[in-house]
């Protein structure tokens, strides 16, 4: 069977997003997010919120089938929340759908990457538009693979930008396989004009398009590949590293926290 996504298949499934959440509730106390999440993908997110910001616990545990993250918003604030998304396309996909339930319909994604681009360096932050699947969730949304749509907001570009960081708009790609990432393939993404990978924006993207929800993706390049085998070899992240990954989080959150006020575009 070469597609796993058929588009004359109006069957319900097994396991009902809506359906799953509400048995984890009494009858009619399902929780309400705001509109707006901020997903982290990241394990560093949630902390420099809280160590910027003085946070409330919105939920102590997100529900869903393999989505167990801390939701938080921050005091005084009321249109937006932050949690981690887990890691890989099926939890990220799993979350998008819980977030949907529960009544979010914007979300940015906010991680890391690799980056393979020939112009491309250790702090770089990408604002994608296009994200190239090569995770195999996005197959069960959309039979036709191929590139993901995304959101890329100006707004946070700015604020990227105010921090020192130096802003991409080139494509990249989303993998399963991050042991398969081979000289070759990489050499293929090239062709398609990415410069940087990750393991969960695309399979979001994806499940917000499928489900009607915007979505945009700001992710940070931690370590940079060598392009060819008689480079040197990989290696993680770099000695400054540590201080553009906080300036690149309090760029995201506090783009959130203004643009959820109104006063970002």
């Known amino acids: 069977m070469e ?3 058929f588009p004359e298949d109006r069957t319900a499934p097994v396991i009902d997003p809506e359906r799953h959440i509400a048995a984890k509730y009494p009858p009619g106390q399902v929780p309400r ?3 707006w999440a901020i997903v982290f993908f990241l ?3 949630l902390p420099e919120l809280e160590r910027l ?3 409330r616990v919105l939920l102590e545990e997100l529900p869903g089938f393999i989505t167990h993250s801390r939701v938080l918003g921050v005091a005084g604030e009321e249109g937006v929340c932050f949690l981690h998304g887990g890691y890989g396309a099926p939890q990220a996909a799993c979350t998008m759908e819980t977030l949907r339930v529960l009544g979010v319909r914007k979300t940015l994604l906010v991680g890391l990457c690799g980056g ?3 112009e491309t360096a250790v702090g770089d932050v990408f604002l994608p538009g296009r994200i190239w699947s090569e995770e195999g969730t996005s197959r069960h949304y959309f039979p036709e693979g191929g590139f993901a749509e995304t959101d890329a907001p100006s707004g946070l570009e700015e604020r990227l930008r105010y921090e020192g960081l130096r802003v991409r708009r080139e494509p990249i790609v989303t993998t399963d396989a991050v ?3 081979t000289f070759f393939k990489e050499a293929k993404w090239r062709d398609l004009g990415c410069a940087a990978v990750d393991m969960e924006a695309s399979a979001a993207a994806n499940v917000c398009r499928f489900r009607g929800m915007r979505c945009a993706a700001a992710l940070m390049v931690s370590d940079r590949h060598p392009l060819a085998p008689d480079e040197p070899a990989w290696a993680w992240g ?3 590293l540590p201080d553009r990954r906080e300036r690149f989080l309090r760029a995201c959150i506090e783009y959130a926290l203004n643009e959820a ?3 970002d575009k």
């Open 3 to 5: 597609n796993w996504c």
């Open 261 to 263: 006020r109104g006063t």
């Open 179 to 181: 042991y398969r990432q």
């Open 53 to 55: 910001y003085p946070t």
């Open 116 to 118: 393979f681009g020939k």
């Open 33 to 35: 997010l705001p509109e």
């Open 238 to 240: 770099s000695e400054d």
């Open 43 to 45: 394990g560093k997110g």
